[in-house]
């Protein structure tokens, strides 16, 4: 093999080399910084880019999604000097990726580093039942504060949560008991109201059987008196009607008498101690009368001859 053929291939080689070096495919959702000799040259977006070999350094692909960073729990004093570890998930993504790679060494540790400061400032303003009570207060502050301090790294803050905020024990065993003691005055309050509730539905249940009886005792006696109206009405005009048949039979003064006898038969049944008579049935009775005596003195006249006799043997029997 000549030289010239040596040489054509190591050229071939560099140039292959050269190429390879200088191709640069750049991924979805990732950035990569040029640098040429040591400065900033531009920075690739997705897609194939070509480089200056052996002039042109590339970084690392820079990931442009959003990245979860959950730290460890932070030592912070309330207001009221309880002390608390509370840990914190952060929700950020880099949007400049020259920023980024230029602002700040070591990003994540200082966004770690600034969240712990930013979180004693907010919760040292707060006493403890504030801090448990106003989470979103206190995640809305802080994403604002991160946010405004890493716009320079070329990092936006999209979320902060508070994830776990543990007091002291002996702050826990007493914020339990007092739980425990709202749910029983709750539990209280609530039988209490059930009870309350129960009594009112038993009386308004008794007032309604009430009135409902009522109702119907007095439409029971509206229909019996109705009954007893109707009956009254019948019972005179049957009465009515049978005194204009007989008027219209044109009764004589036998039928006359006779019903007077009636009418004193009823009236001799009664409980009166006075009975007024029409003049007419007074002439009966005194006939009646009349009769009567006759009828009594006959009979006395027929025991008056044995009461003789007894005494003429009483007389004989004197004289002997």
């Not at 840990?87 to 880099?94: A, L, P, R, S």
């Not at 994540?108 to 106003?134: F, K, W, Y």
Request: aromatic letters at 4%; one cysteine or more; glycine letters at 4%.
């Amino acid at each position: 093999m000549s030289a010239w053929a040596i040489v054509l291939i190591v050229l071939g080689v560099l140039i292959l080399v050269s190429l390879c070096f200088s191709v640069r495919i750049v991924r979805q959702a990732t950035a990569v910084v040029v640098e040429r000799l040591g400065k900033y040259r531009k920075t690739l977006d997705t897609g194939i880019h070509v480089i200056l070999p052996f002039f042109d350094r590339t970084s690392k692909p820079i990931s442009l999604k959003e990245i979860v960073a959950d730290f460890k729990p932070q030592p912070v004093i309330t207001k009221d000097n309880v002390t608390m570890q509370i840990d914190t998930v952060v929700y950020f993504q880099i949007t400049d990726a020259k920023l980024y790679s230029y602002g700040v060494e070591q990003p994540i540790r200082a966004i770690e580093n600034l969240t712990a400061t930013t979180l004693r400032n907010i919760v040292g303003e707060l006493e403890l039942d504030q801090t448990l009570t106003s989470r979103d207060t206190v995640n809305t502050k802080m994403r604002l504060i991160l946010d405004e301090a890493t716009d320079p790294w070329g990092i936006k803050i999209n979320r902060v949560e508070l994830k776990n905020i543990l007091p002291p024990k002996d702050i826990q065993d007493a914020m339990d008991k007092q739980m425990k003691a709202e749910r029983e005055r709750r539990e209280q309050i609530l039988r209490a109201e059930g009870e309350k509730k129960s009594s009112i539905l038993v009386a308004e249940g008794e007032k309604q059987a009430k009135i409902l009886r009522a109702e119907a005792e007095k439409t029971a006696k509206i229909l019996a008196a109705e009954a007893q109206k109707e009956a009254l009405i019948a019972v005179a005009e049957g009465e009515n009607r049978a005194i204009e048949l007989i008027n219209s039979a044109k009764p004589d003064a036998a039928y006359i008498t006779l019903q007077g006898f009636e009418a004193l038969k009823k009236l001799a049944d009664g409980q009166a101690t006075k009975i007024i008579v029409p003049s007419e049935i007074q002439n009966i009775s005194g006939l009646l009368t009349s009769m009567a005596e006759v009828v009594k003195g006959d009979s006395n006249i027929e025991k008056q001859p044995k009461k003789t006799k007894e005494t003429t043997k009483e007389t004989k029997k004197e004289d002997k």
